[in-house]
């Protein structure tokens, strides 16, 4: 498995605003992924973190209003960008370990006034 | 596009009884089908996985399924325990574009002491 820890845990967040969310992994692994998750949804896919490469992002989502880093194999962040209260959410990042098997990070809790 | 159907949305069963989840899947080529179990406020987490070149799998009391010519997974658990009340999603692989996951709706399971 993965050990993954993300930060911050929650956030309370004026519109108008953008928040960084960050991913750490224990170990490196060659794919990161970040989903949105509603109260009471599934997991939706933003993107793709690609490292050294621009993010590969999912329908209906784009760089500008989630723009995402990959420095190296074991990092990654999310910004949700000029927030409104719709984007209120939890934002999950993802990583793929060499064994082929996905493991969750714990998510950030994010409320927009 | 890709999908993957999830029924039902919830299902309450006595304590000791079996619960059966079912997914549909369309892409022909997917090849990895995880499920995951969802406490409320918590992370999804890995509970059990079938890659295409197996029929079925088991660990325990959980068990999966898979039958490729109908596109169909199966989640079985048996002699259900309280602690087995959850959120359960299923998923598969896409692999053409970008490699990803696509996740079913989710199973609300209640076990009733």
């Known amino acids: 498995s993965a050990v993954i820890s993300q930060k911050p845990s929650r956030d309370i967040c004026q519109r108008g605003t953008s928040l960084t969310i960050q991913c750490q992994v224990d170990s490196q692994v060659t794919m990161m992924f970040w989903y949105r998750q509603q109260p009471g949804q599934s997991l939706t896919l933003i993107a793709t973190a690609n490292q050294g490469s621009e993010a590969t992002y999912e329908s209906g989502f784009v760089i500008d209003k989630f723009p ?6 074991t990092f990654s962040t ?9 984007d209120s959410s939890i934002y999950l990042c993802s990583v793929e370990t060499p064994q082929e098997t996905q493991y969750f990070g714990p998510g950030t809790r994010l409320l927009v006034l | 596009g890709e999908n993957v159907e999830q029924h039902p949305s919830t299902l309450s069963v006595q304590e000791g009884d079996s619960a059966v989840i079912k997914c549909t899947y369309s892409d022909s080529a997917s090849n990895y089908f ?4 969802q406490e409320l406020g918590k992370r999804p987490q890995l509970i059990i996985d079938i890659r295409s070149n197996v029929g079925e799998k088991k660990d325990q009391r959980i068990a999966v399924t898979l039958n490729k010519t109908a596109k169909h997974f199966s989640l079985h658990i048996t002699e259900t325990q309280p602690e087995d009340s959850a959120v359960y999603f299923c998923a598969a692989s896409v692999t053409s574009g970008t490699y990803k996951y696509i996740f079913g709706t989710g199973t609300r399971l209640k076990v009733l002491a």
Do not use: C, F, H
């Not at chain 1, 999310?78 to 719709?86: A, G, I, Q, R």
């Open chain 1, 68 to 73: 995402i880093s990959r420095p190296n194999l």
């Open chain 1, 78 to 86: 999310l910004t949700v960008s000029n927030m409104s209260p719709e």
């Open chain 2, 34 to 37: 995880p499920w995951y179990k």
